[in-house]
């Protein structure tokens, strides 16, 4: 099958959809398939063979972060050449409503259409407002896929219809067999993310952490990820600051290896999350989690039953949850063990084959779904009858 995949955000600046969509065209690959990824890249910036480059991005406020998106008349003409060259089957779109080039493509595109729902946003006045603009392009989608619950939500909410829920996916043995570092373990507690972006929670932790080192002191906070690092320990006691050690940005192996290492991983995400990729990593590294009670988080987490969750934004509930965690290590055991099975449905060996099984749906019946021939078909992917 000849698929093409459009990625709404800078292949440069690491994220979680970019990270999505580089995983899915590499098990696609690796079964065969012909894969080309449309994606906005600086024009130095190493691209993997089946990446095509639409352009510089400009950076966009999105979601309550900033996005780096690629949008206008010359990314539309890159659009247009790059789905004429691919003649493609399938062509698989990434938050088709966000200012990118999934927008373009919905537009431009012809044939089989597939679109992947990432936002978690239940108050998008933006994307009310923008619902006219949307909506001759979002009637040219054959299925819609959103990353959970909440993202499928957020779509019905706003723009009508409704998905069919498949998860963000994740190469479970790769953080499962990844050698530990000896030098990231011994009472270690684990951040990554983004340093200088609040929703984070970066900030929460840093309140916890005084509390968590009058404690136990010989504890350490690793950060892995990009940001001012001076910025980031300024709230915390000078003599608490040499107990946070910044590893700045990692490889995937790096990554892998740190959650290997580590005695509890922390995500105090603050809120935006429709999922939650670095849960699915750690609980397959078999790092005990504690998450905020997003309601995202919690569903990933099994209900709090493959990982702890805390009071949202209460740096005070990190505290007591993360010290009664490090003092208790059948409890991390328990939820080693409990999260290393859970994680299982998230390894691309599902995720990947649901996915290809829409492609196949859509292009099989693309007849079909033009005439409702097929019954139930519309409703199922989130299509409404004409």
């Given at each position: 099958?000849?698929?093409?995949?459009?990625?709404?955000?800078?292949?440069?600046?690491?994220?979680?959809?970019?990270f999505?969509?580089?995983?899915?065209?590499?098990?696609?690959?690796?079964?065969?398939?012909?894969?080309?990824?449309?994606?906005?890249?600086?024009?130095?910036?190493?691209?993997?063979?089946?990446?095509?480059?639409?352009?510089?991005?400009?950076?966009?406020?999105?979601?309550?972060?900033?996005?780096?998106?690629?949008?206008?008349?010359?990314?539309?003409?890159?659009?247009r050449?790059?789905?004429?060259?691919?003649?493609f089957?399938?062509?698989?779109?990434?938050?088709?409503t966000?200012p990118?080039?999934?927008?373009?493509?919905?537009?431009?595109?012809?044939?089989?259409?597939?679109?992947?729902?990432?936002?978690?946003?239940?108050?998008?006045r933006?994307?009310?407002?923008?619902y006219?603009?949307?909506?001759?392009a979002?009637?040219?989608?054959s299925?819609?896929?959103?990353?959970?619950?909440?993202?499928?939500?957020?779509?019905?909410?706003?723009?009508?219809g409704?998905?069919?829920?498949?998860?963000?996916?994740?190469?479970?043995?790769?953080?499962?067999?990844?050698?530990?570092?000896?030098?990231?373990?011994?009472?270690?507690?684990?951040?990554?993310?983004?340093?200088?972006?609040?929703?984070?929670g970066?900030?929460?932790?840093?309140?916890?952490?005084?509390?968590?080192?009058?404690?136990?002191?010989?504890?350490?906070?690793?950060?892995?990820?990009?940001?001012?690092?001076e910025?980031?320990?300024?709230?915390?006691?000078?003599?608490?600051?040499?107990?946070?050690?910044?590893?700045?940005?990692?490889?995937?192996?790096?990554?892998?290896?740190?959650?290997?290492?580590?005695?509890?991983?922390?995500?105090?995400?603050?809120?935006?999350?429709?999922?939650?990729?670095?849960l699915?990593?750690?609980?397959?590294?078999?790092?005990?989690?504690?998450?905020?009670d997003?309601?995202?988080?919690?569903?990933?987490?099994?209900?709090?039953?493959?990982?702890?969750?805390?009071?949202?934004?209460?740096?005070?509930a990190?505290?007591?949850?993360?010290?009664?965690?490090?003092a208790?290590?059948?409890?991390?055991a328990?939820?080693?063990?409990?999260?290393?099975?859970?994680?299982?449905?998230?390894?691309?060996?599902?995720?990947?084959?649901?996915?290809?099984?829409?492609?196949?749906?859509?292009?099989?019946?693309?007849?079909?779904?033009?005439?409702d021939?097929?019954?139930g078909?519309?409703?199922r992917?989130?299509?409404?009858?004409?």
């Amino acid at each position: 099958m000849r698929i093409g995949i459009v990625c709404p955000y800078s292949w440069d600046v690491p994220g979680g959809v970019q990270f999505h969509i580089r995983d899915l065209a590499e098990y696609f690959v690796r079964l065969g398939h012909e894969v080309s990824v449309l994606a906005p890249a600086d024009d130095d910036t190493p691209l993997p063979p089946y990446v095509v480059s639409a352009g510089r991005a400009v950076p966009v406020p999105y979601n309550g972060s900033v996005a780096r998106l690629n949008f206008g008349f010359l990314s539309a003409a890159r659009v247009r050449r790059w789905l004429h060259d691919g003649a493609f089957d399938v062509v698989h779109i990434h938050e088709p409503t966000s200012p990118s080039l999934g927008l373009l493509t919905c537009w431009a595109a012809q044939g089989p259409i597939v679109a992947t729902f990432h936002t978690s946003n239940p108050r998008s006045r933006a994307m009310i407002a923008a619902y006219s603009i949307l909506q001759a392009a979002l009637e040219k989608i054959s299925a819609r896929i959103a990353v959970s619950e909440y993202a499928r939500r957020t779509l019905v909410e706003h723009l009508g219809g409704d998905a069919v829920v498949i998860p963000n996916g994740v190469d479970v043995d790769f953080f499962a067999k990844a050698e530990p570092n000896p030098e990231w373990q011994g009472d270690t507690i684990g951040f990554i993310g983004r340093i200088d972006e609040p929703r984070k929670g970066l900030p929460v932790l840093m309140k916890a952490l005084p509390k968590i080192l009058a404690a136990r002191p010989q504890t350490r906070l690793l950060v892995a990820g990009r940001g001012d690092e001076e910025e980031a320990v300024e709230t915390l006691p000078a003599e608490l600051r040499s107990r946070v050690e910044f590893l700045g940005m990692v490889s995937d192996v790096d990554k892998a290896r740190f959650l290997r290492s580590i005695d509890l991983y922390v995500a105090p995400n603050t809120g935006g999350e429709s999922f939650g990729i670095i849960l699915v990593e750690a609980m397959s590294a078999g790092a005990p989690v504690l998450a905020s009670d997003l309601d995202a988080f919690a569903q990933v987490l099994d209900q709090g039953a493959a990982g702890e969750l805390f009071a949202n934004e209460d740096a005070d509930a990190l505290a007591d949850a993360a010290l009664r965690l490090l003092a208790d290590p059948d409890r991390r055991a328990q939820l080693r063990d409990h999260g290393s099975a859970h994680v299982r449905r998230f390894d691309w060996s599902t995720v990947g084959a649901d996915i290809l099984s829409v492609y196949e749906t859509v292009t099989t019946g693309a007849a079909a779904v033009a005439t409702d021939e097929r019954p139930g078909f519309r409703s199922r992917f989130g299509l409404a009858r004409d």
